[in-house]
């Protein structure tokens, strides 16, 4: 079975300081790794996903996460915080089964973003 | 536009009352999913449907039923028998070329009052 561990359920980080974004995940066969956003009130967008290709992934709005098989982690980065990065992050594995594509989410993070 | 649109926006509904949440897609995916979402707990799958005709249960399908009659609908009904309705809805589906990446619509609020 496949589950994801994000650490911290709010992280605060001043405008132009790096973010940081921790994902923890267990899956049995190589895993299928998602980090999407959420802003108040909105669905959510796909970040970046890491699908087996290059360990280091690069996303969207200037975001990038590293996959970690040592590790097990797939933590999500960017160098410079900015004002509009304030919302919730979700990091996603992909299940295996019944559905192939369905997604298991951790129970996200809620990043501020203070000036 | 191609996208995933969820209807309504915002609802509410009287204790007792079955509510049907409407999804459509014009993105010719195949997979649509039903998750809920509450404060501090993540999305959890609901209902799933890999190809018209046919549905699966998800982790917490209790007190939801849903149909898949058209490729591109999977409406979400939520019935008196779901003891705790109110919460955010999404909407997902993924296919066709974006091979295991599931896109999102922008959510149903259901409040029972």
């Known amino acids: 079975a496949q589950s994801v561990t994000q650490l911290g359920s709010h992280v605060s980080v001043s405008e132009g300081a790096l973010v940081l974004l921790r994902c923890n995940y267990s899956?049995?066969?190589?895993?299928?790794l998602f980090w999407y956003v959420q802003y108040p009130n909105q669905g959510l967008q796909l970040l970046l996903k890491?699908?087996?290709?290059?360990?280091l992934v690069k996303g969207i709005n200037g975001f990038e996460a590293e996959f970690k098989k040592s590790e097990t982690s797939f933590h999500l980065t960017k160098p410079s915080a900015h004002m509009s990065d304030a919302a919730e992050y979700f990091c996603?594995?992909?299940?295996?089964?019944?559905?192939?594509?369905?997604?298991?989410f951790g129970t996200g993070t809620l990043l501020a973003v203070q000036p | 536009d191609g996208g995933i649109t969820q209807s309504p926006k915002y609802l509410f509904r009287k204790e007792g009352q079955n509510v049907t949440l409407s999804c459509e897609q014009n993105?010719?995916?195949?997979?649509m999913y039903w998750y809920r979402q509450d404060p501090g707990q993540g999305l959890r799958l609901i209902y799933y449907?890999?190809?018209?005709?046919?549905?699966q249960k998800g982790d917490i399908a209790e007190g939801y039923s849903v149909s898949r009659e058209k490729k591109e609908s999977f409406p979400l009904t939520v019935t008196s028998a779901q003891k705790n309705p109110t919460a955010f809805y999404l909407c997902?589906?993924?296919?066709?070329?974006?091979?295991?990446?599931?896109?999102f619509g922008e959510g149903s609020w259901l409040t029972v009052v």
């Open positions: 899956s049995s066969v190589p895993p299928y």
């Open positions: 997902a589906s993924s296919g066709g070329n974006s091979g295991n990446t599931i896109y």
């Open positions: 890491y699908t087996s290709a290059a360990t």
């Open positions: 996603a594995v992909r299940g295996y089964g019944g559905a192939t594509n369905k997604l298991i």
């Open positions: 449907s890999q190809i018209v005709n046919d549905f």
């Open positions: 993105l010719n995916h195949d997979a």
